[in-house]
């Protein structure tokens, strides 16, 4: 068994409010093992991209959790704000859900690139661009031709693959994408599933979040359904998404289009939050 | 207020068409490429056409043209089965309401410091739909109460609705003017599937009660042959029919 | 934590500032009741120390100091506020305009204009205006709201340009709405918070002009009481009384800082909420 590298037990996060607040996430536990991957799925508003700011330490202020975020063997929410931040881009690389926003527009895509090396590894000038280089061929970039571009030259799906490059760059083993295929078309789709893959292959650990049951299909790992507020279901994604046993999962094959696109009536929604 | 029925006779199933619609794109004035190219399509009324193709194809830009916020290069949009250059501005003013667009990003298409309620209300309020505060309220409920979503969330603030909420709230103003026609940009791609069957279903249920006319985007081709009548794939600047599971 | 320290400061600003600012205004307030003793000459008491009963002693006239400032505090922020207000309204209004109509000739020629107020600095222009007119507090006014006008308006276009291409205001255009009912409604009120912001800021560099203006002898007409004039009367008697400089400079010094940090705790307020 490979270490642990995110152990999450009973995570509980409330909305700040008079008497305690409203629960946005109840009682998580999840275990990420060192080089796994892992893809949360579930409904809109469920708690997801709350469980993600808990892992990366970037919960607004205003909200409270409680349990425990080991990560690394630290409790992330025990540090200071300023603990936390030096854990950023160091010990996990947030991938975010829009590359134009995230990437400096002042600055040629390679450069921002090679700084990652410079600056969280240390490494000489010479040695950060020919890093560059290597990882942008990886990647189907070419240093020289789209390396010396300003992110607004570039396609959304160009300035994808450069923040995976950063990823790859950064000293951080753990990723966390947050809904990465949100808006895509599905060939760009395909192409982010497919680079996450090849991050995990990489070496890195991978935590990704989707409401997208092919893109969790195309992945693969751990999977686990999150249902208003909690973990309804959890296990190797090829047996979830075969063999579902939750009804709230079901329920999401059924409103595929594929298979006649029927809603999950609210009626049994309200069941299903009362299980 | 022009109704449909004052089209012409000839038109009077169709609710917009577009003849021969070029326009090119130009990023940062450096190039410019072909985004459409002589693009032909009438939507009748009641009918909802689907539009796929790849991000950076010209769909969004397809659908802004043909509700007058973009001006094509080349070629004519009719409204009403008038030619839309045609119109005088009074006329425009009564026709403009009657041509309204769901975005992918909802939360974005509500200024965010204000409810539900007030947004809604200004719609009602500035061309004078209502006939009193009792008046909008009922409106206001009843417009909740069509696009499924409890009615106290009325006086929410965007940031506080769910994507799918807020998603049939937008399509709950564009209904408050009686659309002729209605622009589903994408207004799924952003939400579960379970939520994206209930918004779908919502938009083919108040097309076809509503006689309205809607063009449907998405990146998603299954979802299209299941919501929409006729389908395209936009390439090269062209329309390319699809098959659509759904009879006319 | 950072953020609840950033909080912390942020209030010690906000209190700080308006505790000052209060100040100033009581006394100021209670100008109007010192103003005869503002002007009654004692040349018996010329110069006198601070004491009980004149806290912050006499000039070389023998003025009660204390009176004056109150007086001459009542000049300033009346004057200040009016050329703030004045250059707010006309800054607004011709931003929220020009930046919704980017690119047309009324906007090009607006920020023509803006170049010219901006090319002259408003105090040289005040002093332009006062040889060609003679002083006086309108002067001073029409010098300070033609240079100040141009910081609001810069703000509100830039600002309008912005928020014109939110996709809420296209679905209000969808709506119908009309361009004025746009502005009002959805553009104004993202506008509103940073222009108070810099209307605040702008109180104190107004009164900072003022008093300079004051100083070099436009302005109010002496014997009535000014800040920037006071420190002038009272140069040549600095070594012997230096307390008749310090007073005003002092007033002046805590007013400006006064909205200095209520404008920065504001500034702070609007970016939190401009981010959501």
Redo the contacts between chains.
């Keep these: 068994m490979k270490k642990r590298m995110l152990e999450v037990n009973d995570l509980t996060v409330r909305a700040p409010g008079p008497t305690g607040g409203k629960i946005l996430v109840d009682g998580i536990d999840l275990v990420i093992r060192q080089g796994g991957l892992f893809t949360l799925?579930?409904?809109?508003?469920s708690g997801k991209s709350i469980v993600a700011q808990a892992l990366t330490g970037t919960l607004p202020?205003e909200l409270s959790p409680s349990g425990r975020v080991c990560f690394d063997g630290v409790d992330i929410l025990r540090l200071?704000?300023?603990e936390r931040r030096s854990l950023w881009g160091r010990k996990l690389f947030l991938l975010p859900q829009e590359p134009e926003r995230a990437l400096d527009p002042t600055m040629k895509v390679a450069a921002q690139v090679e700084e990652i090396f410079k600056v969280l590894r240390y490494s000489s000038r010479r040695k950060a661009r020919e890093e560059t280089r290597r990882l942008f061929a990886r990647l189907g970039l070419s240093a020289s031709n789209e390396g010396r571009r300003y992110p607004?030259?570039l396609?959304?799906?160009m300035n994808q693959r450069v923040l995976f490059a950063m990823a790859l760059a950064s000293p951080a083993n753990f990723i966390v994408a947050d809904?990465p295929t949100?808006?895509?078309?599905?060939?760009?789709?395909r192409r982010v599933t497919d680079l996450l893959g090849e991050l995990n292959r990489l070496g890195k650990t991978v935590f990704c979040i989707t409401?997208d049951?092919l893109v969790a299909r195309r992945l693969g790992g751990n999977l686990a359904v999150m249902f208003r507020t909690r973990i309804v279901e959890k296990g190797p994604a090829e047996i979830v998404l075969e063999r579902p046993s939750h009804p709230y999962t079901q329920?999401?094959?059924q409103?595929?289009?594929?298979n006649?696109?029927?809603?999950?009536p609210a009626r049994m929604l309200q069941e299903m939050q009362g299980v | 207020m022009f109704e449909p029925a004052q089209a012409t006779a000839r038109d009077k199933r169709t609710c917009i068409v577009a003849e021969n619609i070029s326009k090119t794109f130009s990023r940062r004035g450096s190039h410019t490429k072909p985004l459409l190219q002589g693009l032909d399509l009438r939507i009748a009324f009641g009918e909802i056409v689907g539009i796929t193709g790849a991000s950076g194809s010209g769909k969004t830009t397809l659908g802004d043209i043909l509700l007058g916020l973009v001006r094509p290069e080349g070629g004519r949009i009719q409204w009403a089965g008038r030619d839309r250059t045609s119109l005088t501005r009074a006329e425009l003013r009564d026709l403009r309401p009657k041509y309204q667009k769901i975005y992918q990003d909802p939360f974005r298409s509500f200024p965010p410091w204000l409810t539900i309620r007030e947004t809604l209300t200004d719609v009602l309020a500035y061309h004078g739909l209502t006939r009193g505060p009792s008046d909008t309220e009922r409106r206001l409920r009843r417009a909740a109460r069509e696009v499924m979503v409890p009615e106290d969330l009325l006086d929410r603030s965007p940031g506080r609705l769910s994507g799918g909420e807020i998603q049939r709230l937008a399509l709950a103003r564009a209904l408050l003017l009686e659309p002729f026609f209605l622009v589903a940009d994408e207004p799924t791609s952003r939400l579960d599937p379970s939520v994206q069957a209930l918004v779908a279903r919502l938009i083919m249920r108040v097309a076809g009660e509503r006689n309205m006319a809607v063009l449907f985007i998405s990146h998603d081709a299954e979802l299209l042959k299941v919501v929409c009548h006729r389908v395209f794939a936009l390439e090269k600047g062209k329309l390319h029919a699809r098959t659509a599971w759904r009879r006319t | 934590m950072s953020r609840s320290r950033s909080i912390l400061s942020r209030n010690i600003r906000l209190s700080t500032g308006l505790t000052l600012i209060s100040v100033v205004v009581a006394l100021s307030a209670s100008g109007p009741l010192l103003e005869h003793r503002a002007l009654d000459q004692n040349l018996d008491q010329r110069l006198k120390a601070p004491s009980v009963q004149m806290p912050f002693g006499t000039d070389a006239l023998g003025r009660n100091i204390l009176a004056r400032l109150a007086s001459g505090g009542v000049n300033s922020l009346v004057l200040s506020s009016l050329c703030v207000t004045a250059s707010l309204i006309i800054g607004v209004l011709l931003g929220l305009t020009s930046g919704w109509l980017t690119g047309s000739l009324l906007d090009k020629s607006l920020l023509r204009l803006v170049d010219i107020a901006m090319a002259f600095p408003g105090l040289l222009l005040a002093l332009l205006l006062a040889g060609l007119l003679g002083g006086g507090p309108a002067v001073v006014a029409v010098a300070l709201i033609f240079t100040g006008w141009t910081d609001y308006f810069r703000l509100a276009r830039s600002l309008t340009v912005v928020g014109r291409t939110a996709p809420y205001v296209e679905a209000g255009r969808l709506s119908g709405f009309s361009g004025f009912f746009l502005l009002r409604r959805y553009i104004l009120p993202k506008v509103l918070p940073h222009l108070s912001v810099l209307a605040t800021l702008g109180m104190g560099k107004t009164i900072l002009y003022i008093s300079s203006l004051g100083f070099l002898g436009i302005g109010l007409a002496p014997p009535k009481p000014e800040w920037g004039a006071m420190i002038a009367e009272s140069l040549p008697y600095m070594r012997q009384a230096p307390h008749a400089i310090i007073a005003p400079a002092g007033a002046i010094f805590l007013t400006i800082l006064g909205f200095y940090l209520t404008g920065q705790a504001l500034a702070r307020n609007a970016g939190r909420q401009g981010a959501a």
């Design positions: 799925i579930g409904e809109t508003g202020e200071s704000a300023h607004c030259q396609s959304g799906g809904e949100k808006g895509l078309d599905p060939l760009l789709k409401h049951l329920g999401l094959f409103a595929l289009p594929e006649g696109l029927h809603p999950i």
